[in-house]
């Protein structure tokens, strides 16, 4: 489409501008608008969204580009707390993450990192499972959507589609940690009890779910007796 449209940009940029371009239009024309829906575009609302772009093309090539890591510096995993969950681990930086079942956690802190993991932690955005997806394979799953944006409607596509509010905190991952418990022996639907019984536990401490979880919750059944 940037061909098309007729706006030089460098390969190395595209990825920047077409975060930008999208950003702007999910503000202007949200997913359930009409227009998005029926696919018929008048000729006004189809040289609002070209001018659109470009306009994001000038403000992206603007500014000088955003420094993309190459690669991680792994520090390896230490051993696990008290509560079974891994320390806090920056999320870009994560090493040898464990292929086994269990249940992950992702935070955003923008300050200081707890010693301690609380999977009920105001900044902790997101709960997930890992049953027959184990957890480096979700959690790779997770970096892979939220990087491109491709993939349905994840943890990572809210991630970068309503999270986010910057390229450069998109690629690095800015402030974004991880930790995780493993539970290699249990049954896929006792994770998924403990994962649902955690997101209920959350809202009710809160009051919102964690920000880019969205996965529908179900009641705790009465003789639920969690084991971590």
Known sequence: FLDVIGVPVPIERREEVAFY??????????????????????DGEIARIIEIIRDEIRQTLSHRPVAIPLFRFGTGTKAAQSNGFTPWVLFRNRATVPRTSGIYLIAQFDSSIPEIVDPLAFEVIDIGMAGSQ???QRLHGFEQVALTGWGGKS?????????????????NFTGLYASWIELPDWDVREIASHENWFLVEFMGKWDRRPR?????????????????
């Open 21 to 42: 371009a999208a950003q702007r239009l999910r503000n202007d024309y949200p997913e359930r608008n009409e227009a998005w829906v029926r696919r018929v575009w008048q």
């Open 134 to 136: 184990k957890i480096d």
């Open 155 to 171: 943890s990572g596509w809210t991630y970068h589609t309503e999270f986010v509010k910057d390229y450069d905190q998109l690629v």
């Open 212 to 228: 880019i979880n969205k996965q529908p919750l179900k009641a705790v059944a009465a003789d639920f007796r969690p084991r971590i």
